[in-house]
């Protein structure tokens, strides 16, 4: 994730999967979408550590721990 068209990218790619696998932890749809959306922005505020090094193919990976 170098810049904010790959973030876009990776989150019109992988959004939807996020939420269900949220649902799944939570069994709430608004509560998915808000760990949804704060997983996506705490990558984004991490972007520049994911972003390099051999995760950087992966950036889903950091969103494991969040």
């Known amino acids: ?3 904010r068209a790959d973030f876009e990218r990776y989150v019109e790619q992988r959004s ?3 939420l269900r696998t949220a649902y799944l932890l ?3 749809w608004a509560t998915a979408e808000d760990l949804t959306q704060t997983a ?3 990558a984004w505020l991490a ?3 994911v972003g390099t090094g051999a995760g950087a193919a992966r ?3 950091c969103l494991r721990g969040c």
Do not use: E, K, N
């Open 40 to 42: 996506l922005a705490r």
């Open 47 to 49: 972007r520049r550590r």
């Open 59 to 61: 950036p889903g990976g």
């Open 1 to 3: 994730m170098r810049d």
């Open 16 to 18: 939807s999967r996020l």
């Open 26 to 28: 939570c069994r709430d």
